[in-house]
């Protein structure tokens, strides 16, 4: 088991930067991808980031892409999303997820964190 808890979202307005974290506290850190996801009430979940083991290769989904940065410290078992020029569209509920392969699906992550909000005002 992997235990996650995000941090770092806040209400910000529209054009600004925010970094969201991601600690995880289980054993296997190091032989997991991590993803970042996002979901607003009422709807599926969204993908938005993600980076392999270690942390060569990263994914975005086109409507972050440009804009958003995923990394990874193995050494501190976190995972970071650097979000800039943000949108009001960007509102959500953000969660990291861990998976065994480096994959862009929800259903693949079978671990997740607790979510942190992120406003964006207009």
């Known amino acids: 088991q992997e235990q996650l808890v995000e941090s770092g979202g806040e209400l910000v307005q529209a054009g600004g930067s925010l970094r969201l974290s991601c600690a995880a506290s289980?054993?296997?850190?190091?032989?997991?991808?991590m993803g970042w996801f996002r979901q607003i009430p009422g709807k599926d979940r969204e993908f938005v980031a993600t980076i392999s083991l270690t942390g060569r290769t990263t994914y975005y989904a086109d409507s972050v892409k440009g804009r958003f940065t995923i990394s990874r410290d193995n050494a501190k078992n976190t995972i970071y999303l650097q979000m800039n020029s943000l949108k009001p569209e960007d509102t959500a509920v953000y969660y990291c997820?861990?998976?065994?392969?480096?994959?862009?699906?929800?259903?693949?992550?079978?671990?997740w964190g607790p979510g942190t909000q992120v406003t964006v005002s207009s």
């Open positions: 289980g054993r296997a850190f190091e032989t997991y991808a």
């Open positions: 997820g861990a998976s065994r392969i480096l994959v862009t699906t929800v259903w693949e992550y079978g671990h």
